[in-house]
């Protein structure tokens, strides 16, 4: 047997594009709570935000995702074992002397979900099943040939010869250790956040932490633990159970499900997120020069808009992606890695998606500069002599603020959504980057076999509805909190 | 009346122009013809023959914009430019690369398209309606309450979850309509209602929700208030009073998509195998067949330019107030 191919021993960290601008977006994120923090009607929003239970439980939902996909974008390309590097100096590949690095680039989250990505099978099994879903003829010790179902080479390898009447047994067993270990866990979380609660409050301890179970405190963190509570038992479950079994089945070459749908949180993270990122300093930039300078550029940033508008979006987007399908096709020299192809197209569909949605945002910021160009406070600026830039940057743009955050999370579960379908289309992300539409196009050709191979898409649904759900959740507090409008 | 009609349309034009000019864009600078014969033919076997015979197949062997071989106003004519983006103006598009005439191919496929566009249309526009309207009647309550959750739980699913489900339990499992496929006439009915019901549960949740505030933000004003103090039952108020003022936003804004049901969906009509403009545009997608993409790109934004005058228009008609000049 080959060594399996190990992290040990070396890495050249890799960073794609796509995980420098989420990094960015959590930096900016992280920027933005420090100053919220000295600004009383942000830090006042925020906390309308954290009184609502369903506020809390679905930032934490969210928080969940967005961990799993940052532990995701941060990649690197392993180093080859030595035998595998002198193969490969020989053929060519690599003429350099020094370490040799495989062209496979891995990420953190893969590093973790090791026994996850490996244990691949021959091709589909049903979840916690211990036999491919097919019969295959397989030879007999004796030499006889029969038709059955082959044995999976990991799920279920460790139940010995009498599968079915181990499984239930030991099933129950790990799942009752899961549930035991979750419960500490969340013990342990309950005790670090009742102490951060109770830290300065001035009440006992134990008050402190009656108030929190019985959600009495300002902050709604009652529904936040409940949230964790559920996550912590998913995430016991999955690491007691998904090294022995595969927990939501394997695909048509026998990857583990469990392992494609949490690879597709990142690409859904990237769609969701850095689409409006992209977007946003031309829809801020167009929106704002529209609204405060009037005129001909007001004319001249409607007629741009007006024109993307009329084209039914879904054209637009084909159209731009089979272009750039044709230029990256046509420069296989700008890229080193499969994944950094994959990644500059996915980074590209981003753009694509955010010229064909900032018309919206740009009209909108458009409106709102109209509003406020004409406050007394603007005018008195103007009236002392300041200049435009420092009045669009002090009086009019934190503003409009408001309205970006809004937009950018209201877009989030639509993006998401769409890249699915986008993806079913044929114009979304690569077909070689893991991602829910990805995995429901594959899974759509064996709905006509029969028994129905039903678990890609399952799993890749309730992903996708779990973070749509929390996500369209989450962005409705957000708008009640921040917009004006709304009480 | 007519001169502003006059003046919208003329005002269309400009929008069209620019629209044409980015799809030229889009095609034919960003990448040459060379770029595109080289990815259709396969970068192996592109030989400069292969692709020049490629480019006279498909026209783009001319110049872009002005042929210096050509004399008098052939100039201009002979040329990509003209022949592949000005002459969309006229509605002539040119040959699939299956050969076929793209426009006759369009009028045959608009059929298809609207006989499951319209209804779907219809029976969104009614059954949201309805849905708002009975959340509205028990607004506060726990109906309302979870009413609500029900719609962003719906708005949550995936649209490709509804199709497959519902072609699973409704074709495979009860055996109650064809899985796919189309017939032409009435025959069409029995392949038609699937997809139309599917359609219009997937698009309820979103919009009996943005209805619901709608109806809300009426059923807070004076008048309202007025007809109940009158004695009027709540019933009353709500359909002769608030769903009549409420209707007003929500026809308006469903008569700028009445052109586009042309265009047809996409998603359907790719699961239900329906011969319209979605499944066409899509095959085109897959074939990479530019020409026909191009195509539905300018009647796309010639359609959603129709629809924006009939809104104008529409608006007149719902409110004696607007006057337009």
């Known amino acids: 047997m080959s060594a399996p191919m190990g992290t040990e021993g070396g890495f050249q960290p890799v960073l794609l594009w796509t995980d420098a601008l989420l990094w960015l977006l959590v930096a900016l994120g992280v920027l933005a709570v420090f100053h919220a923090r000295?600004?009383?009607?942000?830090?006042?929003?925020?906390?309308?935000?954290g009184k609502r239970p369903v506020g809390m439980a679905t930032a934490t939902v969210?928080?969940?995702?967005?961990?799993?996909?940052?532990?995701?974008?941060?990649?690197?390309?392993?180093?080859?074992?030595?035998?595998?590097?002198?193969?490969?100096?020989?053929?060519?590949?690599?003429?350099?002397?020094g370490p040799v690095y495989s062209t496979e680039v891995l990420s953190v989250l893969d590093a973790v979900l090791a026994p996850l990505r490996l244990q691949t099978e021959k091709t589909y099994s049903a979840p916690f099943a211990w036999t491919l879903y097919q019969r295959e003829t397989i030879e007999a010790a004796d030499g006889r040939q029969l038709r059955d179902y082959p044995r999976l080479l990991h799920g279920g390898a460790h139940l010995g010869e009498e599968p079915a009447a181990g499984r239930a047994g030991d099933l129950a067993v790990s799942m009752a250790r899961a549930l035991g270990q979750a419960a500490l866990a969340w013990l342990a979380a309950f005790v670090v956040l009742a102490t951060l609660v109770w830290r300065g409050s001035g009440h006992g301890w134990g008050e402190v932490a009656a108030a929190v179970l019985g959600g009495r405190t300002v902050l709604a963190w009652r529904a936040a633990l409940v949230m964790l509570g559920v996550l912590l038992a998913a995430v016991a479950l999955g690491v007691e159970l998904a090294p022995r079994y595969?927990?939501?089945?394997?695909?048509?070459?026998?990857?583990?499900?469990?392992?494609?749908?949490?690879?597709s949180v990142r690409t859904a993270l990237v769609i969701g997120t850095l689409t409006t990122l992209v977007m946003m300093p031309f829809a801020v930039a167009l929106g704002i020069a529209a609204g405060y300078l009037g005129g001909w550029v007001d004319d001249a940033v409607q007629y741009v808009y007006t024109v993307l508008n009329a084209i039914p979006g879904v054209l637009l987007i084909a159209a731009a992606v089979l272009m750039m399908q044709v230029v990256i096709d046509t420069h296989p020299e700008w890229f080193d890695t499969a994944a950094e192809r994959s990644d500059a197209r996915l980074l590209a569909l981003c753009f694509i998606l955010g010229i064909t949605s900032w018309t919206g945002?740009?009209?909108?910021?458009?409106?709102?500069?109209?509003?406020?160009r004409e406050l007394e406070y603007v005018q008195a600026a103007r009236a002392f002599g300041v200049g435009t830039p420092a009045i669009l940057r002090r009086h009019i743009l934190p503003n409009l603020m408001h309205i970006v955050l809004i937009a950018l999370v209201m877009d989030f579960s639509g993006l998401v959504l769409a890249e699915a379908v986008l993806s079913y289309v044929g114009i979304g992300v690569d077909p070689s980057t893991i991602s829910f539409g990805t995995m429901i196009n594959m899974a759509r050709a064996e709905l006509a076999r029969e028994p129905m191979v039903w678990w890609s898409l399952a799993a890749a649904f309730v992903f996708m509805f779990v973070l749509?759900?929390?996500?369209?959740?989450?962005?409705?507090?957000v708008r009640d909190a921040f917009d004006p409008r709304r009480g | 009346m007519l001169a502003y009609l006059l003046r919208r349309v003329l005002y269309a034009v400009p929008i069209l122009i620019g629209v044409n000019l980015l799809t030229f864009v889009l095609f034919f600078v960003v990448n040459s013809p060379d770029d595109m014969a080289r990815m259709q033919i396969g970068v192996k076997r592109a030989t400069p023959e292969a692709i020049e015979r490629w480019k006279v197949e498909?026209?783009?062997?001319?110049?872009?914009?002005?042929?210096?071989?050509?004399?008098?106003?052939?100039?201009?004519?002979?040329?990509?430019?003209?022949?592949?983006?000005?002459?969309?103006?006229?509605?002539?598009?040119?040959?699939?690369?299956?050969?076929?005439?793209?426009?006759?191919?369009?009028?045959?496929?608009?059929?298809?398209?609207?006989?499951?566009?319209?209804?779907?249309?219809?029976?969104?526009?009614?059954?949201?309606?309805?849905?708002a309207l009975l959340l509205v009647f028990f607004r506060a309550s726990y109906l309302d309450f979870w009413g609500v959750v029900l719609c962003v739980a719906m708005m949550s699913i995936s649209s490709l979850f509804y199709i497959i489900g519902g072609q699973w339990l409704v074709s495979k499992l009860w055996a109650l309509v064809p899985i796919s496929g189309y017939a032409p006439g009435l025959d069409a009915a029995r392949f038609l209602v699937l997809p139309v019901l599917i359609s219009v549960l997937a698009g309820?949740?979103?919009s009996a929700r943005w209805y619901r505030t709608l109806f809300l933000e009426e059923i807070s004003k004076d008048y309202v208030r007025t007809a109940r103090a009158k004695g009027l039952s709540e019933l009353a108020v709500l359909f002769r009073h608030v769903l009549r003022n409420a209707l007003i936003p929500i026809l308006t804004g469903a008569v700028v998509v009445i052109p586009l049901l042309f265009m047809g969906s996409l998603l359907v009509e790719s699961f239900f195998a329906i011969p319209g403009l979605g499944?066409?545009?899509?095959?085109?997608?897959?074939?990479?067949?530019?020409?026909?993409?191009?195509?539905?790109?300018?009647?796309?934004?010639?359609?959603?330019?129709?629809?924006?005058?009939?809104?104008?228009?529409?608006?007149?008609?719902?409110?004696?107030?607007?006057?337009?000049?």
């Open chain 2, 204 to 206: 309820i949740g979103s």
């Open chain 2, 58 to 131: 498909r026209g783009y062997d001319k110049p872009m914009f002005i042929n210096d071989e050509a004399k008098g106003s052939a100039r201009f004519t002979e040329t990509i430019f003209y022949n592949k983006s000005l002459r969309m103006f006229a509605l002539e598009f040119g040959r699939a690369d299956d050969g076929r005439d793209i426009g006759q191919e369009i009028r045959d496929r608009m059929g298809p398209s609207l006989a499951i566009a319209l209804p779907t249309f219809v029976l969104s526009l009614f059954a949201s309606i309805s849905f």
């Open chain 2, 279 to 325: 499944s066409y545009t899509i095959d085109a997608i897959n074939a990479q067949d530019f020409a026909v993409v191009r195509a539905m790109v300018f009647i796309g934004s010639v359609l959603y330019i129709v629809g924006l005058i009939l809104t104008d228009i529409s608006y007149t008609l719902a409110d004696p107030r607007v006057r337009l000049q």
């Open chain 1, 246 to 263: 595969h927990v939501f089945g394997t695909d048509k070459v026998g990857q583990d499900v469990l392992y494609l749908a949490l690879k």
């Open chain 1, 62 to 97: 969210l928080l969940a995702f967005v961990a799993v996909g940052m532990l995701d974008s941060l990649h690197y390309r392993p180093l080859l074992p030595a035998v595998d590097a002198a193969q490969a100096a020989e053929a060519g590949a690599a003429e350099r002397a």
């Open chain 1, 38 to 49: 000295g600004q009383a009607p942000l830090r006042e929003a925020w906390r309308k935000v």
């Open chain 1, 468 to 477: 749509v759900l929390a996500a369209n959740l989450f962005a409705d507090v």
């Open chain 1, 361 to 372: 945002l740009a009209r909108l910021l458009r409106g709102e500069t109209l509003k406020l």
